[in-house]
């Protein structure tokens, strides 16, 4: 049983980066062949994916974000850290790491979510 845990603050101020890490246990991220994203859902919005660090360490990001966006891994500790530049309130939102399975895009282990707030 694969699980993934996210981790980090709460509360981030305007212009501050926001650091993210997602631990996962049960499944390595160097495990082909998986994606490990980062997804995010505002108030009263969608699902919005972020991007995803793949099990070859290779990045990827949506076309909308790619400017403040990076994605790290540590795979001694198997984890992957979303880094997010420039925060603003709208980035306020709840943020999840979620296994995407990479022949077919689906997003088979998710995290519990973390609520980051973007606020002076």
């Known amino acids: 049983q694969v699980q993934l845990q996210e981790s980090g603050p709460g509360l981030v101020k305007p212009s501050q980066t926001l650091s993210l890490t997602c631990t996962v246990s049960?499944?390595?991220?160097?495990?082909?062949?998986?994606?490990w994203s980062w997804i995010r859902q505002a108030p009263g919005k969608g699902l919005e994916w972020i991007g995803y660090?793949?099990?070859?360490?290779?990045?990827y990001f949506s076309p909308s974000l790619k400017r403040q966006v990076s994605i790290l891994r540590d795979v001694s500790k198997n984890q992957f850290t979303l880094q997010l530049e420039s925060m603003t309130p709208e980035d306020t939102a709840v943020y999840y790491c979620?296994?995407?399975?990479?022949?077919?895009?689906?997003?088979?282990?998710w995290g519990q979510g973390i609520q980051v707030t973007v606020s002076s």
């Open positions: 979620a296994r995407e399975v990479a022949t077919n895009g689906f997003h088979d282990y």
């Open positions: 049960g499944g390595s991220i160097t495990a082909s062949y998986y994606y």
């Open positions: 660090i793949a099990y070859s360490g290779n990045t």
